[in-house]
Nanobody
């Protein structure tokens, strides 16, 4: 499994931006894994936000964040990023970084074997 640690969360006003970072351990393991961001709002189930394949050439986004969020990765430094713009109060939640050994990005959280502890994002109206 890949060890993951998120950072970059915080409090931001609606319309603002935040950049989340996820640091992974094990360079070889990290580079062959699909990476994704999920989020969980209070009282709701954890949901897929964005995913990126091992090379970074293929990305997938939830409809609710398309055009506002961008996922990227740096395999040389074992990092994954989520650039969030035009934030809305509905984006509030704990954001989790996850890794999967699958070949293609999936929105199914059961396919992800490694998870970070999460970072809180709060968007005020």
């Amino acid at each position: 499994q890949v060890q993951l640690v998120e950072s970059g969360g915080g409090l931001v006003q609606a319309g603002g931006s935040l950049r989340l970072s996820c640091s992974g351990s094990g360079r070889r393991e990290f580079s062959v894994h699909i990476m994704a961001w999920f989020r969980q709002a209070p009282g709701k189930e954890r949901e897929f936000v964005a995913g990126i394949n091992w090379s970074g050439e293929s990305t997938t986004y939830a409809d609710s964040v398309k055009g506002r969020f961008t996922i990227s990765r740096d395999n040389d430094n074992n990092m994954v990023y989520l650039q969030m713009s035009i934030l809305e109060p509905e984006d509030t939640g704990v954001y989790y970084c996850a890794a999967s050994p699958r070949l293609e990005v999936t929105m199914d959280l059961k396919s992800y074997a490694s998870w970070g502890r999460g970072t809180q994002v709060t968007v005020s109206s």
